[in-house]
């Protein structure tokens, strides 16, 4: 009887034993662990040089100089898709109703390869705003 008694003695007091330790253990790591997160901004503005001409004729020219400024806090990727189209009014959206009556092959665009990365299969630029 006796042995039985320490037996059991010694079954409750590991038991307890192991329990207070699995309680500290998940207090210690509730305790330690902080996540801190700091979010930047990334922010990008349309930025146009352009005067628009009165009257444009054949073989005139209408230059309009289009950059991507980076107004955000930290660094970022700019990809930019570019569509040629005509067109004279916008819907309520602001959006560009295209008159697809002329062409656009004569529309002729120049892109500063120095800072942007075409993709041909997709038409769409790319660059790294500073």
């Known amino acids: 009887m006796?042995?039985?008694t320490i037996f059991t003695l010694i079954a409750v007091?590991?038991?307890a034993v192991c329990s207070v330790q699995t309680t500290?253990?998940?207090f210690k790591v509730a305790d330690e662990s902080v996540n801190e997160i700091d979010l930047a901004s990334v922010r990008a503005q349309i930025v146009e040089?352009?005067?628009p001409?009165?009257?444009v004729y054949p073989g005139g020219a209408v230059d309009k100089i289009v950059n991507v400024e980076n107004t955000g806090s930290i660094d970022c990727v700019v990809r930019v898709?570019?569509?040629?189209?005509?067109g004279?009014?916008?819907d309520e959206d602001g959006k560009l109703i295209v008159n697809s009556d002329y062409s656009t092959e004569n529309i002729l665009i120049e892109y500063n390869t120095e800072y942007w990365l075409m993709t041909k299969s997709t038409d769409i630029f790319t660059t790294r705003a500073y």
Do not use: M, P
Request: charged content about 35%.
């Open 53 to 55: 001409a009165g009257s």
């Open 88 to 90: 004279e009014t916008r």
């Open 24 to 26: 500290l253990a998940a």
């Open 2 to 4: 006796r042995k039985n």
């Open 49 to 51: 040089q352009y005067e």
């Open 81 to 86: 898709k570019i569509e040629k189209a005509w």
């Open 13 to 15: 007091l590991l038991f």
